[in-house]
């Protein structure tokens, strides 16, 4: 009986110890974001968004392209400059996105885009419309 205790209690002992805590994604910004209706008119190269998620007061975007690892690609979060007035209110963004890599393996890679830029004055919540993305995105601040 007191072998089953011990074995009990390391069992436990072992379960509690050997959790690991969450890891909290911390994407960092590595792309600038502005307001063109110029640019955002302009068509780029192309490119898959794969996922679009907000994290805190970012939009992170994966995007997949043929290109050899990715490392290379440029990304800019370009809003349309266009503010519809519902509620919450909505901005148009899409990601202008440069590959210059010529090999032909499909790669994919996260852009994070700081979304400060694009708050309105007298809200606090933003519903994004990425143009090649299914789902608007509610950015809250």
């Given at each position: 009986?007191?072998i089953?205790?011990?074995f009990?209690?390391?069992?436990?002992?072992?379960?509690?110890?050997?959790?690991?805590?969450?890891?909290?994604?911390?994407?960092?910004v590595?792309?600038?974001?502005?307001?063109?209706?110029?640019?955002?008119?302009?068509?780029?190269?192309?490119?898959?968004?794969?996922?679009?998620?907000?994290?805190?007061?970012?939009?992170?975007?994966?995007?997949?392209?043929?290109g050899?690892?990715?490392?290379?690609?440029?990304?800019?979060?370009?809003?349309?400059?266009?503010?519809?007035?519902?509620?919450?209110?909505?901005?148009?963004?899409?990601?202008?996105?440069?590959?210059?890599?010529?090999?032909?393996?499909?790669?994919?890679?996260?852009?994070?885009?700081?979304?400060?830029?694009?708050?309105?004055?007298?809200?606090?919540?933003?519903?994004?419309?990425?143009?090649g993305?299914?789902?608007?995105?509610?950015?809250?601040?």
């Open positions: 009986m007191k089953l205790k011990i009990t209690l390391f069992l436990f002992l072992t379960a509690l110890f050997s959790c690991d805590n969450e890891k909290i994604y911390t994407p960092v590595n792309t600038e974001t502005i307001i063109s209706p110029e640019l955002y008119e302009k068509p780029d190269d192309d490119k898959t968004i794969i996922d679009a998620r907000i994290v805190g007061d970012l939009l992170v975007v994966t995007v997949g392209a043929s050899c690892d990715g490392s290379t690609w440029t990304g800019l979060l370009i809003d349309k400059g266009l503010v519809a007035e519902s509620y919450p209110v909505q901005r148009f963004v899409r990601v202008k996105f440069t590959n210059k890599e010529l090999c032909l393996a499909s790669v994919s890679r996260d852009f994070s885009f700081d979304l400060k830029p694009l708050r309105v004055n007298g809200d606090n919540r933003i519903t994004i419309c990425l143009t993305w299914e789902k608007n995105l509610l950015y809250v601040y």
